[in-house]
C-alpha cells in the first residue's frame, strides 16, 4: 500500500496535537515538531478540519485542537479525511468494479483486501500512537520476520521463483500469498 506524504503529515500533524492536549498548537510549532513545509501543513489541516478532525483558532490564544478524543480518531479516518477510500480500483470502490469473464474472482480480491487493510488502520487510533501504546494485535503482526522484508519490485514480470503480484489499488498493493499481516490468520 502506497502511503502519501500527505496522509503522513496529516498523521503526524495529529499525534503532535494530540500530546498537547488540552493545549492548543500552533502551526509553527508543528512545522518545527514534524519537518513538515509550512504549505503543505496549511493544506493538511485545512483536510482535516474539512473532515472534522481538528478545530482551528485564529489570535495570540489560536491553534489547532482536535476536533474529538484522539481515541476516536483512527488512523483509517485520517485517510479518508485527506485522500478518501482507504481501496480504490482506478478511481473506482472495489464494490463497483466489474471485471470480465476470467478476471471475475478479482473483485473479491480486492474487497478482501479492503476488509484487511480497515482491519489494521481502523484499530489504530491517534491516541496510541501519541502515547505509544500500540494494540497488541501490532506486535504480533510485526514479530512475523516476513513483515520486515522487502520485496524486490518485479522487473519486467514476476520475481524469479515467487508469483506475480497484482498493483495498482489506491496506490501500489502489493499482495503476496506468503504474506501474515492479516489479523486472526
Known sequence: MHITAKVDYAVRTLVEIAKAQPDSVKADAIVSAQDIPPKVLESVVADLRKGELVISRRGPDGGYRLARPAADISIANVIRAVEGPLASVRGQ???????PGAAE????????????????????????????LLPSFLDELL????????????????????????????????????????PGR
Open 143 to 182: 514479530h512475523d520476520p516476513d513483515a520486515w522484508t522487502r520485496r524486490p519490485r518485479p522487473a519486467g514480470g514476476s520475481v524469479a521463483g515467487a508469483p506475480a503480484r497484482p498493483t495498482a489499488v489506491s496506490g501500489v498493493i502489493w499482495i503476496s500469498p506468503t504474506s501474515r499481516w492479516f
Open 105 to 132: 474472482p478479482l473483485q473479491r480480491v480486492w474487497i478482501g483486501l479492503r476488509v484487511n487493510i480497515r482491519s489494521v488502520l481502523e484499530r489504530v487510533t491517534i491516541a496510541d500512537i501519541a502515547h505509544d
Open 93 to 99: 470502490r472495489p464494490e463497483d468494479v466489474v471485471y
